[in-house]
């Protein structure tokens, strides 16, 4: 098998530039910089989803800990993963980044640090493991 490198002339446009958080004194460009949508080729957004997802008529199981509902669903480009209260995470190639716009309730959330930290402060770390509110 021999890989062979494509050449097209279509020409590609360069990434956004992210905002730069300003470190002076004034409190309004600092809140400016802090309510800004986290937008763009690198970010990462979760939804929750407390209710049983069924994709193509079969509903989603954790193969850790068989739980059937309240997912955290995460999007990073085109991929959206599926994350269970235990910690287990996969790529769920069936949720397109369509469907997953059309979960988001709407464009502003809280906005965390760290991808760790959005997870532990939504409580899917693993540290609920097998617990389920009726």
Same mark, same amino acid.
């Given at each position: 098998?021999?890989?062979?490198?494509?050449?097209?002339?279509?020409?590609?446009?360069?990434?956004?530039?992210?905002?730069?958080?300003?470190?002076?004194?004034?409190?309004?460009?600092?809140?400016?910089?802090?309510?800004?949508?986290?937008?763009?080729?690198?970010?990462?957004?979760?939804?929750?989803?407390?209710?049983?997802?069924?994709?193509?008529?079969?509903?989603?199981?954790?193969?850790? /800990? $068989?739980?059937?509902?309240? &997912? #955290?669903?995460?999007?990073? %480009? +085109?991929?959206?993963?599926?994350? /269970? $209260?235990?910690?287990?995470? &996969? #790529?769920?190639?069936?949720? %397109? +980044?369509?469907?997953?716009?059309?979960?988001?309730?709407?464009?502003?959330?809280?906005?965390?640090?760290?991808?760790?930290?959005?997870?532990?402060?939504?409580?899917?770390?693993?540290?609920?493991?097998?617990?389920?509110?009726?």
């Amino acid at each position: 098998m021999t890989l062979v490198l494509r050449t097209t002339t279509r020409t590609t446009e360069p990434a956004p530039v992210l905002p730069v958080v300003p470190t002076g004194n004034d409190p309004l460009l600092q809140l400016q910089a802090e309510t800004r949508s986290a937008d763009g080729p690198g970010a990462i957004r979760c939804v929750g989803h407390s209710r049983e997802l069924a994709l193509g008529g079969i509903p989603v199981m954790c193969s850790a /800990c $068989r739980a059937r509902r309240d &997912w #955290l669903l995460i999007n990073h %480009g +085109r991929n959206v993963w599926v994350r /269970c $209260r235990c910690g287990n995470q &996969w #790529l769920e190639p069936e949720i %397109g +980044r369509a469907d997953f716009d059309a979960l988001v309730g709407g464009p502003h959330g809280t906005t965390y640090p760290s991808v760790e930290a959005g997870l532990t402060a939504l409580g899917f770390d693993g540290v609920f493991a097998g617990i389920y509110l009726e």
